[in-house]
């Protein structure tokens, strides 16, 4: 039981592929099921590993690795079918950068970072614009035409709050380590 959390993981990077099959064959209703079990995997291996201690260093490098993997494929397919800019595309890659960098010095650390309320945010309207696109191209919802731009609006959020969430995170670091 103590793997179950890595093991949840793995299904989340796997679940990006997945995505990224049936965004390809525009298999939208499956990209919403796909996407909807990658959340539900993250969410529960970091309630596990924190709730049980079953916190490992596999752990500690997959599960921001598969928040990569997910966030680049949903991006990558978006943008080559022109839902996202490809602006807001080229400020993913330079955040997740960013993030790649400070992972492997906080793993050279031994820190874990958990993530603060732009950090939530910045996942919760990620979220939220990528079921709204989907949702656009279903058209499920074909009373709010403007979807489709308003979920590109909420995804820009996503990337400015993400940004935000970074400098908050690196200013309380270079705090802690001035006290």
């Not at 916190?55 to 990558?76: C, E, Y």
């Not at 820190?111 to 709204?132: P, R």
């Not at 993400?162 to 380590?177: C, E, G, N, P, W």
Request: proline share 2%; hydrophobic share 55%.
């Amino acid at each position: 039981m103590r793997h179950l959390p890595n093991i949840l993981t793995s299904i989340r990077i796997f679940m990006a592929g997945v995505f990224a099959y049936f965004f390809i064959k525009h298999d939208y209703s499956a990209c919403t099921i796909s996407f909807g079990v990658s959340m539900l995997t993250d969410m529960l291996d970091g309630v596990l590993a924190r709730t049980y201690n079953w916190v490992s260093d596999l752990g500690k490098i997959l599960d921001p690795l598969a928040d990569k993997i997910t966030l680049m494929v949903i991006s990558i397919c978006f943008c080559s079918v022109g839902w996202i800019p490809e602006f807001m595309l080229i400020a993913v890659i330079i955040k997740e950068a960013f993030m790649l960098i400070g992972g492997v010095i906080m793993l050279r650390s031994n820190a874990v970072a958990h993530a603060d309320v732009y950090g939530k945010a910045a996942t919760a309207l990620f979220s939220i614009s990528i079921v709204m696109a989907l949702l656009n191209e279903m058209d499920v919802l074909p009373l709010l035409t403007s979807i489709g731009s308003l979920s590109t609006l909420v995804f820009g959020l996503s990337v400015v709050f993400s940004f935000v969430a970074l400098a908050h995170y690196a200013r309380t670091q270079f705090a802690k380590r001035k006290a």
